[in-house]
Nanobody, 123 residues
Framework: VQLVESGGGLVQPGGSLRLSCAAS????????VAWFRRIPGKDREFLAQ????????YYGDSVKGRFTISRDSAKSTVFLEMNNLTPEDTAVYYC?????????????????WGQGTQVTVPS
């Protein structure tokens, strides 16, 4: 059972990145997937969730309108498209899978986590 994030890196303010979360070892469509991020010294922040089969995205207030979550079941992959990035978006980004319903934004509700990918937006 594994989630692997990729796509992080250094991006200038106002730029965009697309993160990927590739799943293996479990039935991908049975799980909702969420993205969180962690800034050093702070708790994990919920960003977005997509339900099983990708029917309903749910976003945290800090990224609503800038980030878009989607999933490709054929590739067992979830994406996070991030636009208009600012230095405040600098963090390690994690994807996580769980069986919770729509709107679950607590880290403890997710059972499988990736290792994280660093996103840096310089000031």
């Amino acid at each position: 059972v594994q989630l692997v994030e990729s796509g992080g890196g250094l991006v200038q303010p106002g730029g965009s990145l697309r993160l990927s979360c590739a799943a293996s070892g479990f039935t991908f469509d049975d799980f909702a997937v969420a993205w969180f991020r962690r800034i050093p010294g702070k708790d994990r922040e919920f960003l977005a969730q997509i339900t099983r089969y990708g029917t309903k995205p749910y976003y945290g207030d800090s990224v609503k309108g800038r980030f878009t979550i989607s999933r490709d079941s054929a590739k067992s992959t979830v994406f996070l498209e991030m636009n208009n990035l600012t230095p405040e978006d600098t963090a390690v980004y994690y994807c996580a899978a769980g069986i919770g319903p729509y709107g679950v934004d607590y880290p403890n509700e997710y059972d499988v986590w990736g290792q994280g990918t660093q996103v840096t937006v310089p000031s």
